[in-house]
């Protein structure tokens, strides 16, 4: 009690004194906006008193009502990356200053204390959202319907995996999954980690799915008609070390395969792949970015195909991870058959720029991103600072030229 008690003390300090911040009420969810140098207006979205830490974000948009749906890993007694619960947080897209959290999954209630791994979301239809979550040890796949009007969440069930057509329906746990992988001659996953976004076309669900292992040699391909049942569609030939972020962009699905280092180098990965007959086969862009160990972002904007990405920086800039402090947004724009990316945005923060997902909204791109604002001093993992502990909103400026600034 005494850490959780220090911590939310460190936070409000760290509210009023830092970022004159004038409210963060984890009560009725009214935040405010504050001004970091690099990235200009910001919102907390995650419920920055109580949950310590927020990653693996991921985020939806219901146009017709203006709501997005945020879901993200959360702790409420420790920093950096928590694993104790997910949570989904709602709000309106462009005014995010009254937000709503729900508690999704809980690793004690709903896994007698098992790490949650992943998690992720998906627009089902005009009243559910689905939240999918992961679960380390038992090596299974769970989800829970949020239904949209009354924000009221459904009971855990079980995702199911199919190999073919004709097969029968199994659990989606990493056995039964490697037991087709092995078929197919490719590298067994060490869990199921299925962590990119969920992309609908012509009303058909579709996901890239790797196996939690550093630089695994594929990854896989599914589709799904209702969300629950999850069908094999193709296996990938790229390393991938963790989750694969995919979209849907001028008749081909484009994968961006997370391969990236640690620590600065001039080393460039070719880490994205597209299929031009609906996932079935798989070819290579000769695109090569110098990328990071940091999830990169693929999605579209005004129509079209764009890239967030991130690259090491010298270790004695940031505060809290040296590879995980700036973000490349950028085009991919494709003349003869070859892609280049063409850079619009550049920006840094020290106290990092991690788990980032952006979308376009009636012309603005917002970012989701998690940054260790409120905590730059305190949690350590791997032997390095990590004090993750805000899931913020910004609605990116483009700049031409483009503008590379430090605090």
Not at 100 to 112: K, L, N
Not at 261 to 287: C, F, H, I, R, V
Not at 390 to 402: A, F, G, H, S, W
């Amino acid at each position: 009690m005494k850490k959780i008690f220090k911590a939310l003390i460190c936070a409000c300090i760290a509210l009023v004194s830092m970022f004159s911040l004038s409210a963060c009420n984890g009560g009725d969810g009214n935040v405010q906006a504050t001004v970091n140098k690099d990235l200009g207006d910001h919102y907390i979205i995650n419920n920055a008193i109580v949950d310590l830490a927020a990653s693996d974000s991921h985020t939806i948009v219901d146009k017709k009502s203006a709501r997005a749906y945020t879901v993200y890993m959360a702790s409420e007694n420790k920093l950096g990356e928590g694993s104790e619960l997910c949570k989904v947080a709602v709000y309106n897209t462009m005014q995010p200053t009254n937000v709503e959290w729900i508690t999704a999954f809980d690793f004690e209630e709903d896994f007698g204390g098992l790490k949650i791994t992943t998690c992720n979301i998906a627009d089902i239809d005009s009243s559910t959202v689905r939240v999918y979550i992961g679960v380390h040890g038992e090596n299974k796949y769970y989800y829970k319907d949020l239904n949209k009007q009354t924000l009221k969440i459904g009971e855990k069930k079980e995702v199911k995996y199919k190999s073919a057509y004709k097969s029968p329906a199994v659990n989606m746990t990493v056995d039964n999954v490697n037991a087709h992988i092995r078929e197919l001659g490719g590298d067994e996953f060490n869990y199921v980690q299925m962590s990119s976004d969920m992309i609908k076309v012509d009303g058909t669900l579709y996901v890239a799915v790797a196996g939690g292992k550093a630089l695994c040699q594929n990854f896989l391909f599914m589709e799904s008609g209702d969300g629950i049942t999850w069908s094999f569609v193709s296996m990938g030939k790229h390393a991938v070390s963790y989750e694969p972020m995919i979209t849907y962009h001028d008749d081909k699905f484009w994968v961006m395969c997370r391969t990236g280092g640690t620590a600065p180098s001039n080393n460039t990965q070719q880490d994205l792949m597209y299929s031009e007959d609906m996932g079935k086969t798989w070819k290579q862009s000769n695109l090569a970015l110098e990328t990071s160990d940091t999830r990169p972002y693929i999605f579209t904007y005004q129509n079209e195909l764009y890239l967030a990405y991130s690259s090491p920086l010298a270790k004695d800039y940031s505060a809290i991870r040296t590879w995980r402090c700036n973000i490349h947004v950028g085009k991919i724009v494709t003349n003869n058959g070859s892609q280049s990316f063409e850079e619009v945005i550049y920006k840094e923060s020290k106290y990092g720029i991690v788990y980032y997902s952006l979308f376009d909204y009636y012309g603005k791109m917002i970012m989701l991103y998690s940054s260790g604002e409120l905590h730059p001093e305190e949690g350590t993992m791997g032997g390095y600072t990590q004090g993750k502990d805000c899931l913020m909103y910004t609605v990116l400026k483009q700049q031409d030229p483009i503008l590379k600034i430090k605090v």
